[in-house]
Structures are given as structure tokens and as C-alpha cells.
């Protein structure tokens, strides 16, 4: 094993950039095996590593006096941490020489996630965690250059505040519903966790990803690098530690943002398979067929699956006659559908209903327009307005229930209302990894709530106050009664829904069962494949 | 017409323009106002005159903001007081002295056309709807009537004697006819004064412990309706945000300090939220004719999801809200915001493809409404027509756009 870890820190001395997150998860955990003795010594020998690499060593200085400080009120708590790993893992007792190599890479490898870590959390007092023997060198070498991370972070700055807001108060009639949490410590909760995975979830909870299906796909792109990083303690099968790592990665991710339907289904996928490795194949055999696997859901789920919806959809735009296609806010797959009827040369023009606080119609329209596609856009309030003249509602669904319901956007239950009076198509596209077995009957039971703040920062409703009235809803944090409510999904009722649209063909709303079986069946037979596929 | 009247006018019209104020209430105190002046202070020989000068600043008040409905239902209620007084004063007046009139009549034959024919006549004409509708479409029989009472006011100064009895009389029938317009409209002020007290006292039967209520936009009325009940018991309010006036955070933001739970919502999630709403209590901008509400943008979809859910629809709305004007669709009384107010475009951006939509005004039918709460208590909206009969004259309602009307009041002016 040593050995194993020299060659590699080799490697990666050779090339430290290239492959800066590999084996870091692995590397973490043998840190935290260490005890406060070798820390100690450890930082000893660092902080002469640092002077020989000709460091601003009064600034390392400077910030290595509190830290140190810190790391001993810690030190309790780390014991703790250590012990209860110990329980859980074999120790690696790993030489102090090799660990010192690996940390030099660690730094390398950590810098740039950790630098955004640290302006997300300014201030935070609890940030220094184990990887804190690092962050010196790390901070003086890397930090202060803008990161590749730090650009692809447009919304730490809404953390940040997200953070000051304090406690969130419960809303008592919605109790039964998830409240919206705040989401500091969660990093040291998990800091454990893969580089790619931990970023992922921070993006999560910046909502760089709005679509379900980005977000599943940049789940499993995250997974894959994790997956090719993680490596099995000796004597232990893969599959097992696998499904360990993979629960806790899940949970992280879930406490960023709840998982949606769609995700739920393909976690599941990929645990399921996961459990049923062979145990008899190689690790590296079996990464590889996780990885096909992966591949497969990522392609067949939902690429592949959304290029036959776009087909099917076509068939919906009329020859005759302009269509006047309502949705609600913006909807990739939506967007996708409606790019590809313009180059069919479809006539139609869309009305994007939009609601606060959100406003996605409002980027919608934007790319609509550039794509040459005609637009309305108004507010929800005013759909009743522009409803006579639709021709069609066509819905992106969050998840299917298997009692025809659909989960989509917070919206969409009233528009479709309003279309089933005024005897309009109702027409729902989802891809069927979305479908679920689950049963609703109304949107309160499973939901999500989103930042409540968000509601009192809308601008528009800031400015009408002209001065006095300012921000209207600036200090409802203080008031004790008032209290904002921020869902994010709707439940709309089978019986306002004509027809669903998947990739296994157009249904009516009631027959969702039978594709949930078929799915199902499906996703057993294609197992077995994969197995016999790199089995033979 | 005294200038002092006329510029006050003028500034009621541009605030109204402008929409400088926001409650309707204040709106209808203040063109009450400007009619209870006109009949107190400015010099009308007789009801004919009095009421072409009231239509006169009433069309002008419409005129200013047709969607301002409140300020068209005082105008017409105005309208109709002085027909009905004039109305009573004509049976009064008969049943008193008959003989009386019976020689004055006598008198007037005598000359071409006497003031107390005219003073008759003039009653008539209001009262009798026929005749009044003749009158203003046919311009010359009024010009004679004012030519002719100008002449036999000239008249009178060469007969003063023979007269006197008769002029006499006339300024007798003008005072009783004032005094009695006096406290017509006090009453109608008054009335209207009140509303905010007399809805509030029903609050309490119609909100409930614990109960869960819906409401949106903003309202002054509304407010103190929740914190008269929240005073005695407890119950949980949920406001909509209402794009994109917004105004719902002042309404939660009022209720709160009101110590009532209060939960501020976006308008989207009102279906979703609705299976746990035990009713829905909005104000409105206008009631109609038809017992359905022409109001402020985002009550359709309240009401939509409020009837999917079988859930009861209360409006509060005072009388001056009523409107005589039947609504069919959203485009019958509608008006486009600017969409400025949702939307705003940048330069990058394909203008020719865009279009925004901001409708100021919902069309809710009758349907969707269970019940009124208005000052004269709880009403439905299939009966709420008979409460119009009460306020309105059937020949008020549509002639306002008539435009042979408006020259016909022009040309008696310039006489």
C-alpha cells in the first residue's frame, strides 16, 4: 500500500495540476487518521517546508498564530471524529513521511475548492477542519489569484447573505413540510467528501442548476470522477464500501437541496446496481461497469429520452394554424422542443406565463427571442387574459405520480386549471426516469421549500414603496407573526392533464402505472445486460 | 358656478388622473364633497339647471379615469337623488295645495311661458324618464325652455306685482328642494362615511376560530376587517403576493403588526395552498351589475382555485363599489399597465420578438363568489342587482357617453 501511494505521489509530482482532485478522497481519510501528536509534528515539518519554498513567511505567520488557537479548541472534537472513524474503518497506520508527501499534493489538490469554501464562509469561525494543517502555504500560494472555482461561483455572494439571515421560523400550518434550513456546516459536516462531490453540492445550493435534469446530469458526472478516485481498503469488497460512500454522498447532496423525483429514481438505479456487483471481479472491472452504467443512464435516461420526446412533440404543432402555446417560467426540455419546431418550420408563437420570486420566464423569453421564436410574457395573474386565444399548455414535468398526477413548477397547477375550463390541451412532457410510485393527492404533503428571503428581496417590489415604504418586508425576520413561504413544486390533478408525453410514447394520465411497470422491467433486463456484457 | 368650485373640480380630475390616491373610499368622500357643495353654495333657478351642472362635472369626473368606477357610482347616485327628490317634491307639492297650483297654472296660460310652468316642467322633465330622454337628445326644446325663462325673468320686473305671489312660491319650491337635496346627500355621506364601521362589525360572523384565509393586494377596508376579528380570536391569514403591484407585502407586512399570523405567498402557489384554506376573503375594485367583480389583476386565479376546492369566496365591498355597468368577458372594462412593470429589455435583445402583457384588471363571474359583505350586510350574487335599484336611475347608467348629450349641455352653457 505504501508503495502504491509513493508511485502515485510521483505521479503527481510530475503533474500536479493535471490530475489535482485524484485520490484526495482517500487522502483525506488517511489524514484524519492521524493523531494530534503527529498534526503537530506534521505542521512542524510544514511550516520548514514552506520557508524552504521561499513563502511570505511574515503572512504565513500572521495567520498560522489564531489558527493554531482554533486548532486547539478543536482538538477535542477531532479526537471524537477519529475515534468514531477508527470504529468504522480499519486505521491506516501510514508512515508520517509518506502522509507528508501526500499532504503537499493535498494542498495542491485542495486549494482551489477550498479558497471558494472560504469566501463562502467568511468569517466562520468553525472552517478550519482537518484540512485546516494545509490552508497556510495553500492560502499564500493560490488564494489570492482568482480560482477556476471562484468564476464558476456566481452565487456565493447570495450564500453569504442567505447565511446572516438567521434562523428560519417554522411555518405552523405547513409543518409537516421540509423547512427551508440553513445550510451553514454543512461543508464541515462533510468535508470528508470528495472535491468534485462537495462542489457540486455548493453549486446545488447556489442553483446553478434550476433543471432536474442538469442537475442528474452533473450528479453523475460528479460521481463518475468519484468513483474512478475512490479506492478499496484492503480485504474489503468494493461494492460494499461503494454503497457506503455513495449514501453519505447522497445525503449530503440531498441536504443542499432536496432531491426531486427523477433523482431520487436514478440514486436509486445507481445504488441498486451498485449492490449487485459481482464481488468475484476486479475493482477495477467493476468501476467500470458502474461506469457504463452511469454512462448508460446519462445517454438512455435522459439524452436519448429527450430527443424522442422533441420527435413526438412535433407531431403536436399543427400545419394548419398558428399555434399559441402557453408555458410556464423556463423549461429546458421546453426550450429544446420549441427550437426544434422552428427548424421544422412550425408556426407558433409561445406565451411564457412567469411568478416571483423566481422569474425564469424572464431568461426564457430572452433565448426564445434570439432563437427567432415569438413571445408573450406575462404574469401568472394575467394568463386569464391571453387563455381564449391558447391553443395548447405544454407542461415540463418535475415527476409523475403514479395516480396521473404530475409534480411540476409551482404554477402549473392553476394554469391547467384555467386550460381544462377553457377546454384547452393539456399536454406534459417527462422523461420516464421521472415517473414514480409514489401517490399524492395534493402538492402540501411533498414539497419543497425555497429561500424565503428571496420573496422579500424582489426588486420590483422594493421600488414601489418610493422611499418611505422601502423594501416593505426588509425586517420580517423580527416580526413574530409574519412569516414567508417560498414553494417550489406544484401538484397538478390527473384530471386537468390530457396527455404525457415520454419516451415510450404518448399516454393518457391514468396509464402511468403501466409505464412505471415497463420501466421497471426494462431497467431489470438492462441490468442483467450490462452484467452479461462485461461479464463475457 | 364659482371658480372656487371649478378649480376644485379640476383638482379632483387630476388626482384622479394621476391616481394619486390609492383608496376608494377617499375618492368617494371627495366627489360627494364636490356635489354637496354644488347644490349648498351655487345659484340654480330651478332642478333643470341644478342637474345639467351636475352632469356637467360628474361627466368630467368620469371622463378622467373610466376605470375609476367608485367615482362614477357617486356621480350616479347623485344623479338619482336629485331625481327622486325632485320626484317628491312634485307629489308634495300637489298633495299640498292643489288649488294653488291649479291658479298658477291659471296664471302661466295667461303668459307665454311663466317660471312656474318652468319650475313644473323642469320637475317633469327629471322626473318623467320619457320626456327626459326626449329632452337630451333633442336639444332645441330645453334652449327655448332657459331662453324662455330668462325672458319671463325679464318679464317679471315689468310685472313684479302680478307676479310676486308666483315668484314667491318658486323661491319657496328652490328651498325646499335644496334643503331636501341637502339631506339626501348628507345621507348618502354619511352612509358612505360609515362603511368601514359597519363591515367591520360583521367581521366576526364570518371569520372564525383557527380558521385559514386567503386573501390578496391591499385594501384598508380589508385590514381593519382582519384586526376587528383578530381582537377576539385567533386565525391564520395567508396574503398573495399580487404581482406585479406587489402590494401584498404591505398587507402582510400591516397584518402582522396587527399580531395576526400571517403567511405571504407568491401568487402561483395559491392552488397549491388552497386545500388547506377554509375561505377566501378579498376586497374588490368594483361589484357589478351582474354580481360579478371587475377588480385589480390576480383575483381570477384565487377564485379559479377557490371554486376547484369548493372553498367559500367572500368579497367586501362598500356600496360606492357597486357598479351599474354589465361586464361579459375580461376585455369589457380592462386596461394594458406598461410592461415596464414586469419586463425590461436589454440590448441584446430580439425586440420584434417580444410582446408583454400586463393586464391591470380580472373579470371574476358571479359563479365564483358566494358571498358580498357590503355596508348594507351580506348579500348574493344572484340578488345584488335589486341593492342597484336602490342607488341608481335606469337612465344614468349608459346616456354618459352619449355625445349628443354633451354638446347639448355645451350649447346651453354658452347661452
Not at chain 1, 469561525?125 to 482537518?130: A, K, R, T, Y
Amino acid at each position: 500500500m505504501e508503495e502504491d501511494k509513493s508511485k502515485q505521489n510521483q505521479k503527481k509530482e510530475t503533474k500536479p495540476k493535471e490530475k489535482p482532485d485524484k485520490d484526495v478522497g482517500k487522502l483525506v481519510e488517511s489524514g484524519k487518521t492521524l493523531t494530534a501528536e503527529e498534526k503537530q509534528a506534521l505542521r512542524k515539518q510544514k511550516k520548514e517546508e514552506q520557508k524552504l519554498a521561499k513563502l511570505a513567511k511574515v503572512s504565513q505567520k500572521q495567520e498560522n498564530a489564531p489558527e493554531e488557537e482554533q486548532k486547539e479548541d478543536k482538538k477535542e472534537k477531532k479526537q471524537k471524529q477519529q475515534q468514531k472513524k477508527e470504529e468504522k474503518k480499519a486505521p491506516h497506520i501510514s508512515v508520517i513521511d509518506s502522509q507528508k508527501q501526500n499532504l503537499t499534493n493535498i494542498q495542491h489538490a485542495l486549494a482551489a475548492p477550498k479558497v471558494e469554501r472560504e469566501d463562502i464562509k467568511e468569517g466562520d469561525g468553525e472552517l478550519q477542519s482537518q484540512n485546516s494543517l494545509k490552508t497556510p502555504s495553500t492560502h499564500s500560494k493560490r488564494s489570492r489569484g482568482p480560482s477556476f472555482y471562484q468564476q464558476n461561483l456566481p452565487g456565493s455572494e447570495a450564500k453569504e447573505e442567505l447565511q446572516k439571515v438567521g434562523s428560519i421560523k417554522e411555518i405552523a400550518l405547513f409543518s409537516r413540510l421540509a423547512n427551508f434550513k440553513e445550510l451553514s456546516g454543512l461543508k464541515e459536516k462533510y468535508h470528508y467528501l470528495h472535491p468534485k462531490i462537495l462542489d457540486l453540492g455548493l453549486r446545488i445550493i447556489n442553483e446553478q442548476y434550476t433543471s432536474s435534469n442538469t442537475r442528474c446530469i452533473a450528479m453523475i458526472q460528479a460521481l463518475k470522477h468519484f468513483i474512478s478516485d475512490f479506492t478499496v481498503p484492503e480485504n474489503k469488497s468494493l461494492n460494499r464500501e461503494l454503497e457506503e460512500e455513495l449514501n453519505k454522498i447522497i445525503q449530503f447532496w440531498q441536504e443542499c437541496r432536496p432531491f426531486s423525483t427523477g433523482l431520487e429514481n436514478a440514486m436509486r438505479l445507481i445504488k441498486e446496481f451498485v449492490s449487485q456487483l459481482n464481488t468475484k471481479l476486479t475493482p477495477t472491472k467493476q468501476k467500470s461497469m458502474i461506469n457504463y452504467k452511469l454512462n448508460y443512464i446519462i445517454q438512455d435516461k435522459i439524452i436519448e429520452a429527450d430527443q424522442s420526446i422533441i420527435k413526438k412533440a412535433m407531431e403536436l404543432f399543427s400545419d394548419q394554424e398558428e399555434e399559441l402555446i402557453l408555458i410556464l417560467g423556463g423549461v429546458q426540455l421546453l426550450q429544446m422542443i420549441f427550437q426544434e419546431a422552428k427548424e421544422n418550420n412550425k408556426r407558433f408563437k409561445v406565451v411564457v406565463a412567469d411568478t416571483s420570486p423566481d422569474f425564469e420566464g424572464r431568461e426564457m423569453v430572452k433565448r426564445l427571442s434570439n432563437l427567432g421564436i415569438k413571445c408573450i410574457y406575462t404574469m401568472i395573474s394575467g394568463v386569464n387574459f391571453l387563455i381564449h386565444k391558447v391553443t395548447k399548455v405544454f407542461i415540463g414535468a418535475s415527476s409523475v405520480l403514479s395516480n396521473g398526477a404530475v409534480v411540476a413548477k409551482i404554477g402549473t397547477s392553476i394554469i391547467t386549471c384555467m386550460a381544462a375550463r377553457h377546454q384547452k390541451p393539456v399536454v406534459v412532457f417527462s422523461e420516464t426516469y421521472k415517473f414514480s410510485d409514489k401517490v399524492n393527492l395534493d402538492a402540501i404533503n411533498n414539497n419543497e421549500i425555497g429561500d424565503p428571503q428571496k420573496l422579500a428581496n424582489n426588486q420590483k417590489a422594493c421600488q414601489h414603496g418610493q422611499g418611505t415604504q422601502r423594501s416593505a418586508l426588509g425586517d420580517w425576520q423580527k416580526s413574530k407573526s409574519l412569516v414567508l413561504l417560498n414553494l417550489k413544486y406544484d401538484l397538478t390533478p390527473c384530471q386537468n392533464i390530457n396527455m404525457i408525453i415520454c419516451e415510450f410514447g404518448r399516454i393518457p394520465a391514468i396509464s402511468v402505472p403501466v409505464v412505471i411497470r415497463e420501466s421497471q422491467r426494462e431497467n431489470e433486463e438492462n441490468q442483467e445486460n450490462i452484467l452479461d456484457e462485461l461479464d463475457s | 358656478m364659482s371658480s372656487a368650485r371649478l378649480s376644485r373640480v379640476d383638482d379632483l380630475v387630476e388626482k384622479i388622473k394621476r391616481r394619486q390616491i390609492s383608496s376608494s373610499h377617499e375618492y368617494a368622500l371627495l366627489t360627494s364633497k364636490i356635489f354637496k357643495d354644488l347644490i349648498e353654495q351655487s345659484k340654480w333657478a330651478d332642478a333643470r339647471q341644478l342637474f345639467i351642472q351636475a352632469r356637467k362635472i360628474g361627466k368630467k369626473l368620469i371622463v378622467a379615469d373610466k376605470m375609476n368606477f367608485t367615482i362614477g357610482n357617486v356621480v350616479k347616485r347623485v344623479y338619482h337623488i336629485i331625481r327622486e327628490e325632485c320626484k317628491a317634491l312634485k307629489i308634495s307639492l300637489k298633495e299640498q295645495n292643489p288649488i294653488r297650483m291649479d291658479s298658477l297654472k291659471s296664471i302661466t296660460l295667461r303668459g307665454a311661458r311663466t317660471n312656474i310652468d318652468n319650475m313644473e316642467n323642469s320637475l317633469d322633465q327629471i322626473v318623467e324618464e320619457d320626456d327626459e330622454v326626449e329632452d337630451l337628445n333633442n336639444p332645441s326644446p330645453n334652449i327655448s325652455t332657459i331662453k324662455s325663462n330668462r325672458q319671463s325673468q325679464l318679464n317679471l320686473g315689468n310685472s313684479e306685482s302680478k307676479r310676486g305671489s308666483a315668484q314667491n312660491l318658486i323661491q319657496n319650491i328652490n328651498s325646499q328642494l335644496k334643503n331636501s337635496l341637502i339631506q339626501s346627500i348628507n345621507l348618502m355621506r354619511d352612509d358612505i362615511e360609515s362603511v368601514h364601521e359597519t363591515i367591520e362589525d360583521q367581521a366576526r360572523e364570518h371569520i372564525h376560530s383557527n380558521d385559514v384565509i386567503l386573501t390578496y393586494g391591499r385594501s384598508t377596508i380589508l385590514n381593519s376587517f382582519f384586526k376587528e376579528a383578530a381582537n377576539e380570536i385567533f386565525f391564520e391569514v395567508l396574503v398573495c403576493e399580487s404581482a406585479p403591484s406587489y402590494l401584498g407585502h404591505q398587507t402582510a407586512k400591516e397584518l402582522s403588526s396587527y399580531n395576526i399570523s400571517t403567511t405571504l405567498i407568491p401568487d402561483s402557489s395559491v392552488y397549491a395552498l388552497m386545500s388547506r384554506v377554509d375561505k377566501v376573503i378579498i376586497s374588490t375594485h368594483s361589484i357589478m351589475a351582474n354580481g360579478g367583480l371587475v377588480t385589480h389583476s390576480g383575483a381570477y386565479i384565487i377564485c379559479q382555485a377557490a371554486k376547484e376546492h369548493s372553498v367559500p369566496v367572500y368579497v367586501i365591498g362598500a356600496s360606492y363599489k357597486m357598479t351599474p355597468l354589465y361586464p361579459f368577458d375580461f376585455l369589457t372594462f380592462n386596461e394594458l399597465l406598461s410592461p415596464q412593470e414586469i419586463f425590461t429589455l436589454e440590448e441584446n435583445d430580439v425586440k420584434e420578438n417580444i410582446e408583454v402583457i400586463v393586464p391591470a384588471y380580472d373579470y371574476v363571474p358571479p359563479e365564483f363568489i358566494s358571498l358580498y359583505i357590503t355596508n348594507m350586510g351580506g348579500q348574493t350574487p344572484k340578488y345584488i342587482y335589486r341593492v342597484f335599484t336602490e342607488f341608481y336611475s335606469q337612465d344614468d347608467i349608459y346616456d354618459l357617453d352619449d355625445e349628443n348629450e354633451n354638446e347639448d349641455v355645451d350649447q346651453i352653457n354658452t347661452q
